[in-house]
């Protein structure tokens, strides 16, 4: 099992020198206590913002606009889904339908998806604000 901050090193490594994570567990130095259904950052605030947990997400809608939220205008976020994978045991939100899921994303000004094999993701949404 990967240690918690492995997204936030590998971001970093791209070149994203102030990526941090955020769990309901603190993980220092790395990753930040706090709840991604109320992401502690300002409105248009953030560069980038990636995510692979959507599926432990209680609120999916309300996720998603707090992305929207912290993103400045015309910048992006990558989110890594599972699509007709039943979820770990942490899972609340399992997605079996695109459309569905594609019906959340209104708000983005496009998003662009593909299809991976990573961990048990499958699908990766890029979204513009």
Do not use: W
């Not at 569905?100 to 496009?110: G, I, R």
Request: aromatic share 16%.
């Amino acid at each position: 099992m990967l240690e918690p901050g492995h997204e936030v090193i590998a971001l970093q490594n791209l070149g994203f020198k102030n990526a941090i994570g955020i769990d309901l567990v603190q993980y220092p130095p790395l990753v930040f206590k706090g709840d991604f259904h109320q992401i502690p950052f300002k409105n248009n605030s953030i560069d980038f913002c990636f995510s692979n947990c959507f599926d432990h997400s209680l609120y999916p809608e309300k996720f998603l606009n707090e992305i929207y939220r912290i993103l400045k205008t015309n910048k992006k976020a990558c989110l890594h889904f599972q699509v007709n994978i039943l979820s770990d045991e942490f899972g609340v939100t399992n997605v079996f339908s695109t459309k569905k899921l594609e019906f959340l994303f209104e708000n983005f000004k496009t998003f662009h998806y593909r299809k991976i094999s990573v961990f048990s993701m499958n699908r990766e949404y890029i979204l513009l604000k």
